[in-house]
């Protein structure tokens, strides 16, 4: 038995079923490559893998998960206008996603720039879920390839940071049609408000859920030198805004990770 069968995910989605059309497979390499060869599957395709053998990850990394302990899958959305348009689209994506966790029960969960799904914790945040967006265009028009990968229960090996499962923000034995659902019911609202009115007006909901406002952090970005500074959140567009000692700035890419709690003093 497969973990997602599609008959059981379409009674889940009751009157959204229609938006959307599933594929499930027992494994692939990726679910967001093998939704990008797909270039004439609908808007609303989801492509969901129990196993991935080559997942990818945000700037070139890859992204390990095991069958029993994880939701993988992409959802492709087209949009009319140009690229530049979508800005922020991935931050909103995280907010449908805790949206999402935060209806079914889901406890402590919060977004870190750009798009990472911690679990809030006195010893440290953890990553409970990651979201890759690709984008391609033609003429008038662009499509989203949406990747996501939550962890149901939190991995083993070696990570890159400290990681956390559903189980550990009150969701423990989530069914995955259920979470599944909840999650691409959530996408499907937010990404109607995205396509009308841009990330402004997702951007307060994504405040809310900041969980590093004004800390001190470290940008990491391979084209720049580090950067410290506090984290004042996210403009519009959503850049990040960071308080340096040479003043407010925006920006664009990068990671974040924060610093020991030194009194940072700007004049
Ligand atoms: C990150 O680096 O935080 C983003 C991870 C995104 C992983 C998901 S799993 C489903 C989809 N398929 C992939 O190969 N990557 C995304």
Redesign the pocket.
């Given at each position: 038995m497969p973990l997602i069968d599609p008959i059981l995910l379409q009674a889940c989605l009751g009157e959204l079923a229609g938006r959307f059309v599933v594929d499930a497979l027992a494994v692939c390499?990726?679910?967001?490559?093998?939704l990008l060869r797909r270039a004439a599957a609908p808007s609303g395709m989801v492509v969901v893998?129990d196993r991935?053998t080559?997942?990818?990850?945000?700037?070139g990394?890859?992204?390990l998960?095991a069958p029993e302990n994880?939701l993988?899958?992409?959802l492709l959305w087209r949009f009319a206008g140009s690229p530049a348009r979508l800005g922020g689209l991935s931050l909103a994506v995280g907010v449908a996603l805790v949206r999402a966790l935060e209806s079914l029960g889901g406890q402590g969960i919060g977004l870190k720039w750009p798009?990472?799904v911690l679990l809030a914790a006195a010893d440290g945040d953890a990553?409970l879920?990651?979201?890759?967006v690709e984008l391609a265009s033609s003429r008038d028009r662009c499509q989203a390839v949406i990747?996501?990968?939550?962890n149901l229960a939190p991995p083993v090996g070696q990570l890159a940071q400290p990681a956390a499962g559903l189980d550990q923000a009150g969701l423990p034995g989530i069914d995955r049609h259920t979470l599944l659902a909840a999650i691409l019911g959530q996408l499907a609202a937010i990404l109607d408000h995205f396509a009308q009115s841009g990330f402004a007006a997702v951007r307060a909901d994504w405040q809310c859920r900041h969980l590093w406002q004004d800390r001190p952090v470290q940008l990491v970005d391979a084209a720049a030198a580090p950067l410290t500074g506090l984290c004042r959140g996210v403009d519009d567009d959503g850049a990040l805004l960071l308080e340096t000692a040479s003043g407010l700035q925006r920006i664009v890419s990068g990671d974040l990770s924060l610093r020991p709690a030194v009194q940072m003093v700007f004049e």
């Open positions: 390499d990726s679910t967001s490559s093998e893998a991935q080559a997942g990818r990850g945000r700037r990394r890859s992204w998960s994880s993988t899958f992409s798009n990472d990553k879920a990651g979201i890759l990747g996501i990968g939550l």
